[in-house]
Nanobody, 123 residues
Framework: QVQLVESGGGLVQAGGSLRLSCAAS????????RGWFRQAPGKEREFVAA????????AYADSVKGRFTISRDNAKNTVYLQMNSLKPEDTAVYYC????????????????WGQGTQVTVSS
């Protein structure tokens, strides 16, 4: 059974940092693009960041550029999202995802999803 499991969410004050992890099991995603999305209460799910299989290409939503960094460790089948200078508007459930090909910020075609981890940023 293929699973993506996020961890690292929690409650943090504005200006703080968190590092999310997404570990995959059941198959290797070393040749897949990996990504992060988020969904705030009452809002649609939105793209946050994506990374190609090699890590050589990345894409970010404008709202997180310069504050968030996506990275991956193919040996561990894991993708990370380092979140710095967090703002209350970053509060959301964060989901990791995987797709066969890297298409930057294109939100369609992500075949695999995790269950999500809550990030809450207090002001």
């Amino acid at each position: 059974q293929v699973q993506l499991v996020e961890s690292g969410g929690g409650l943090v004050q504005a200006g703080g940092s968190l590092r999310l992890s997404c570990a995959a099991s059941g198959r290797t995603f070393s040749k897949h693009a990996r990504g992060w999305f988020r969904q705030a209460p009452g809002k649609e799910r939105e793209f946050v960041a994506a990374i190609s299989w090699s890590g050589g290409s990345t894409a970010y939503a404008d709202s997180v550029k310069g504050r968030f960094t996506i990275s991956r460790d193919n040996a561990k089948n894991t993708v990370y999202l380092q979140m710095n200078s967090l703002k209350p508007e970053d509060t959301a459930v964060y989901y990791c995802a995987a797709r066969p090909t890297y298409t930057g910020s294109y939100p369609v075609g992500w075949d695999y999803w995790g269950q999500g981890t809550q990030v809450t940023v207090s002001s």
